[in-house]
């Protein structure tokens, strides 16, 4: 057996990915390993320590105009692409992030500052979300339509076929960068479309490493091109070139403003998901120790509150309000806030200091509007910000108004099932919730009331598994991602009508 370490032609082995030593990451254009034309990097930095953990090309309009030039010659080599190999390829990488689950999230852990066991959390998840698509790639289908219900046509049938929409661009974001990676890549791939990747500036080695893996695993070199760098140096060519045709993106609602602008000219389709202000609704008669269990992982703890459908609003009936506040305040006291990379932590850093800092301004303002805080509202070290409980909240208060990206959980009460509801449904947002009761009539009945786009029911909104369709009402976006959706968002249906058929 060889010792020599596999790096393929990205350079980074399974061997050193999670290593201390700093990496030198490259840009991935038609399989091979490339600067940025500028020769320009950039540094990525350890969100807890802010030692520089590698270094990635800073890539231009140039590198964009390149990027695009292989994707479409990659479109009808994708297109071409039997099922089966489409299929193989993804359960390959699968198997292959398997080997590597470990070193994946060891990395990821350096990069992000997610908590060790939280990143090899999302690590299984992301292998679990490739060997799903290569499974529903062999399920893409169309219908048989018979015509006999229109006179005059009963000798005519239609068919229906999915075929690839063409070009994807895939736009990932820093907070689950490997699982919103695997939410949208393998989807497109599956469905047999040309892809490019715009890879988080923040933490871009683990998803680099998991283009490496695709490669490794059979994909063509023209299938998927992997871009580092920043927004601002990359011009818009991504978004307006009209040989693009799907634009998935996942981030804030401001920046998918920008993009839908930018990109309406050539009328590319949208998969959109957005931000949330998440409610979660505690009825009397609930498990209250589940439910404040519920706001430590799906709030205080896990991504340090830097989720999308994190709860981020908790509504608790007036009647064991108070017993429940005393529960979650005593639930936060035990939270282990540190080192990401030990086994014992809870609660990692944010992804930068600017990050901290926003939160705590956000807090400040809110206390200074009148908000109490009855744990926590306190900035630690570089980035870290500690478990923050807030009462006495009102709606006018950022921590309300605006989307906080940081482990603090406002809480209030409500007296009636319906004030809830009204109060959770009078927002701009409209990702998720989450309702606790034992009572499963009066669940689905607000479940149904809800202006979201999903409701889950005794457990924390901040849930996501790959089965189940995700996406947000209102400004919290458009479409939906899941292993059946994502490939309907990424393929065009094709009818065909055949006459004298029958």
């Known amino acids: 057996m060889s010792t020599t370490p596999n790096t393929g032609k990205f350079g980074m082995s399974a061997e050193t990915v999670s290593k201390t030593s700093s990496i030198t990451a490259k840009m991935i254009l038609n399989g091979e390993r490339v600067d940025a034309v500028s020769g320009t990097v950039f540094e990525v930095r350890n969100p807890a320590t802010g030692e520089v953990v590698g270094t990635a090309p800073r890539a231009g309009r140039e590198d964009v105009r390149r990027a695009l030039e292989i994707a479409r010659r990659g479109k009808p080599v994708m297109a071409g692409l039997p099922a089966h190999r489409r299929s193989a390829i993804l359960g390959k990488t699968a198997e292959l992030i398997g080997q590597e689950l470990e070193q994946l999230s060891q990395l990821l852990t350096r990069e992000n500052g997610k908590t060790i066991r939280q990143c090899r959390f999302e690590m299984a998840t992301t292998q679990r979300l490739f060997a799903d698509f290569a499974e529903e790639a062999k399920r893409i289908r169309g219908h048989y339509l018979p015509m006999d219900n ?5 000798h005519m049938i239609s068919l229906t076929l999915r075929q690839p929409a063409g070009i994807v661009v895939g736009i990932i974001p820093f907070n689950y960068p490997a699982e919103l990676f695997a939410h949208k890549i393998p989807g497109a791939i599956a469905a047999g479309c040309s892809v490019v990747v715009k890879v988080p500036e923040l933490c871009p ?3 680099l490493r998991l283009g490496e893996l695709m490669l490794q695993a059979g994909l063509p070199p023209e299938g998927m091109q992997m871009l580092t760098g920043f927004p601002q140096d990359l011009g818009d060519e991504l978004l307006t070139d009209p040989d693009v045709r799907v634009i998935s993106f996942t981030g804030s609602v401001a920046a998918a403003k920008t993009i839908a602008v930018k990109a309406s000219t050539a009328l590319k389709r949208f998969s959109f998901e957005l931000g949330g202000i998440d409610a979660m609704i505690v009825l009397k008669d609930a498990d209250l120790n589940e439910a404040a269990n519920a706001v430590v992982q799906g709030r205080l703890t896990n991504g340090a509150g830097q989720i999308c459908c994190a709860v981020k609003r908790v509504l608790v009936q ?25 086994e014992e932590t809870d609660l990692g850093p944010l992804i930068t200091p600017e990050a901290a800092e926003r939160v705590d301004t956000q807090v400040r303002k809110s206390i200074a509007m009148g908000a109490k805080c009855v744990f926590g509202g306190e ?4 980035s870290f910000y500690r478990p923050t409980i807030l009462v006495d909240v009102t ?34 947002f409209g990702l998720q919730a989450s309702v606790f009761t034992k009572n499963i009539h009066d669940a689905i009945r607000l479940a149904h009331q809800l202006e979201v786009g ?43 009508v055949i006459n004298e058929a029958i």
Not at 459 to 483: D, H, L, M, T, Y
């Open 150 to 154: 229109v006179p005059g046509l009963e």
């Open 205 to 207: 080695l683990t998803v």
């Open 318 to 342: 007036e009647p064991v309000y108070d017993r429940f506040l005393d529960l979650l305040v005593e639930l936060a006291k035990r939270i282990r806030m540190g080192d990401p990379t030990s």
């Open 379 to 382: 900035r630690v070290g570089r």
């Open 395 to 428: 709606p006018d208060m950022p921590v309300l108004q605006e989307e906080v990206f940081g482990p603090v959980a406002p809480v209030m009460p409500f007296r009636e099932a319906e004030d809830a509801v009204r109060i959770t449904n009078d927002c701009s």
């Open 454 to 496: 999903g409701v889950v029911i005794n457990a924390s909104s901040a849930f996501r598994p790959g089965n189940v369709p995700f996406g947000g009402f209102k400004q919290s976006g458009i479409g939906r991602e899941s292993i059946t959706e994502t490939i309907l968002e990424m393929t065009e249906l094709k009818t065909i």
